[in-house]
């Protein structure tokens, strides 16, 4: 008798999925290579999901769904919520381990805004995560890490672009590692609203 096909999740399927992407862009990207990944065959990704292109669309739900977890276990893994927002930043570095793993980010990115399906959970993810963001700043406000006058929705609409803006610089520049990068750009954007100390330096 054969064996039993092994019983795999939803998760071990997407982080299988993500891990395969992580590696090549869309046109490398096969059920079969997610299937070697899952240690599973194709025919059980074609089962759960009908095609490759409702796996995608499924995980990018997936990304867009848990957004909002992500950033709170950020704020509640560290001390501050102007710690977490900066956490937060280099997190996003990790889509900029090389200056090849972020040209393949584009790729799916191309993807992304291209098509409607697609593009809508990426819009769903962006809002969610912005609000995320929000609640962080109006946080590091009332907690007197940043400055009392700070407009907490401006503000993380800033860093918002600021963040993905660091990512572009970084792949261009390829200086250093992209979490130092990005982590100096958010810094800058921040010191304006941090308070001073009686001796007129700001906070860091």
């Not at 064996?3 to 869309?26: C, E, I, N």
């Not at 977890?69 to 381990?97: F, Q």
């Not at 769903?124 to 407009?151: K, M």
Request: proline letters at 5%; charged letters at 20%.
């Amino acid at each position: 008798m054969s064996p039993r096909p092994r019983k795999v999740t939803d998760d071990q399927l997407f982080a299988a999925t993500h891990a395969v992407m992580s590696r090549v862009g869309p046109g490398d990207l096969t059920l079969g290579a997610i299937a070697g990944e899952a240690g599973v065959t194709a025919a059980v990704l074609v089962q759960r999901f009908g095609s490759k292109r409702q796996l995608l669309l499924a995980l990018a739900k997936r990304f867009a769904d848990a957004s909002p977890s992500m950033v709170a276990a950020l704020a509640d893994a560290h001390r501050s919520p102007l710690a977490a927002l900066r956490a937060y930043a280099e997190c996003m570095a990790g889509l900029a381990t090389s200056p090849a793993a972020f040209a393949r980010g584009l790729s799916y990115l191309q993807i992304d805004l291209m098509d409607p399906e697609f593009r809508t959970q990426l819009v769903r993810q962006a809002r969610v995560t912005r609000v995320a963001l929000e609640r962080l700043v109006a946080a590091a406000r009332r907690t007197g890490e940043l400055a009392p006058a700070v407009n907490s929705r401006r503000l993380a609409r800033t860093l918002e672009a600021v963040i993905a803006g660091s990512l572009f610089t970084w792949a261009c520049y390829q200086q250093g590692r992209a979490a130092r990068w990005i982590r100096a750009d958010v810094d800058a954007v921040l010191a304006p609203y941090l308070p001073t100390r009686p001796n007129g330096r700001r906070k860091r």
